[in-house]
């Protein structure tokens, strides 16, 4: 049996714009993701260095509860594609480049500390469940203002978790409740008659010259 490759539509990250999730390890184990701008190298290189943007880092606990459904998720389009699927390497793995904006948003949305293990888990399914269109414009928006790692929680990292974690078991009273309504004053209806009577016939009304149907109401000259 053939063993996915350490990747997930990006063979070489040099050489590629894409994303590059990397595994520390310690005590205070993390989960980082770059952003990697790849490209060939020149002639006249002996060596090269693509540029990085770190765009998120976040707990390892956080990382092993979603990473599997990303997993999941990346393969099945994948395989649609008549691609080869991926796998997470226990150190650094490579993504294609939509690939890595879909997953930065769901990182974004779980990345801080106070994250509830429900709240991840509502996370991930609210993500799934959105278009891969509407992940990109997401993450266009968010990295355009809140993209670097030292931004967690701002602008439109904070509204992701919003979006994305809202639906636990907390959230029941929201959703069910409904808040400003109610009733113009009461006015009579002249048309209202008691069980068994008869509804009273509404007087007609003359027509005067404040309304709007006065012109067409008034008889037309004899010529």
Same mark, same amino acid.
């Given at each position: 049996?053939?063993?996915?490759?350490?990747?997930?539509?990006?063979?070489?990250?040099?050489?590629?714009?894409?994303?590059?999730?990397?595994?520390?390890?310690g005590r205070?184990?993390?989960?980082?993701?770059?952003?990697?701008?790849? @490209?060939?190298p020149t002639e006249r290189?002996?060596?090269? &260095?693509?540029?990085?943007?770190? @765009?998120?880092? &976040? $707990?390892?606990?956080?990382?092993d509860v979603i990473s599997p459904e990303l997993r999941s998720e990346f393969n099945r389009r994948l395989k649609a594609e008549g691609k080869p699927v991926g796998r997470w390497a226990g150190d650094e793995t490579a993504l294609q480049r939509l690939l890595g904006k879909e997953l930065l948003v769901l990182l974004w949305a779980v990345e801080l500390p106070d994250v509830k293990p429900e709240e991840v888990a509502v996370a991930i399914r609210n993500w799934v469940g959105l278009k891969t269109e509407e992940r990109w414009w997401l993450y266009t928006m968010t990295a355009a203002a809140t993209g670097l790692a030292h931004q967690c929680g701002m602008g439109w990292r904070g509204a992701l978790r919003q979006a994305l974690c809202f639906g636990t078991r907390n959230d029941t009273f929201h959703l069910g409740a409904v808040a400003g309504r109610g009733t113009l004053s009461p006015r009579a209806n002249e048309g209202y008659a008691?069980?068994?009577?008869?509804?009273?016939?509404?007087? #007609?009304?003359? $027509?005067?010259?404040?309304?709007?149907?006065?012109?067409? &109401?008034?008889?037309? #000259?004899?010529?």
């Open positions: 049996m053939t063993t996915a490759p350490p990747n997930f539509d990006c063979a070489d990250i040099y050489q590629e714009h894409g994303y590059l999730v990397r595994l520390t390890k205070d184990a993390k989960v980082q993701v770059f952003e990697v701008f790849g @490209r060939p290189e002996a060596q090269w &260095a693509p540029e990085t943007i770190l @765009r998120c880092e &976040a $707990s390892r606990d956080v990382w008691p069980v068994g009577g008869k509804p009273k016939r509404a007087k #007609p009304q003359k $027509s005067t010259p404040d309304d709007p149907g006065f012109l067409f &109401a008034a008889p037309l #000259p004899a010529e």
